[in-house]
């Protein structure tokens, strides 16, 4: 993926334009680096499909994503489009065992993504980083009702222990 410079450099420069990175000192930007890995995607790549191994939390800076589910006795739908700036691949960081939506790029597009383990590791380590990181993740899902927003704010409230996320699978409404 290149040296860690280049990285930190693309961190750096999308910093300016992607909410999710703004404010980082050069510090904690140096731990996003080695947390972290950028990935190009061409059109028509399908990321993951619904019910592959979850393995990885997608954070757009360009191009397109259209997330699809497909019912157990239908025909797929396309329920979100992902610009730049956009997170996909959720069940990663909830700690589910599989995603419960498909991915495909509709354009060209590159960004960062992140391993369940490696959001594990920088959770436990690196506590206010990462407390800041899933704040901001957080914000992304904006309406209340979202089962995800209910999740993550559980993660954030309880913290991540030193077994990973997996034990943050129960949804509970926090009001």
Known sequence: MGGMSNIIAMLERDSQDIAIFQGFTAHQLELLDTAFEAFFLLRDTHVFEQGDVSEHLYILTSGKVIIRYKPYDGLPLTVATIGPG???????ALGR????????????????????ARLSVLCEEYPDTSGVLLKRLTSLVNNKMDPTYAEILKILKNGINAHGLDHQRNLKNDR
């Open 97 to 116: 065992s599989h995603y419960s939506s498909g991915a495909l790029v509709i354009e060209d597009c590159q960004g960062y993504r992140i391993s369940k």
């Open 86 to 92: 956009g997170v996909f691949g959720w069940s990663a």
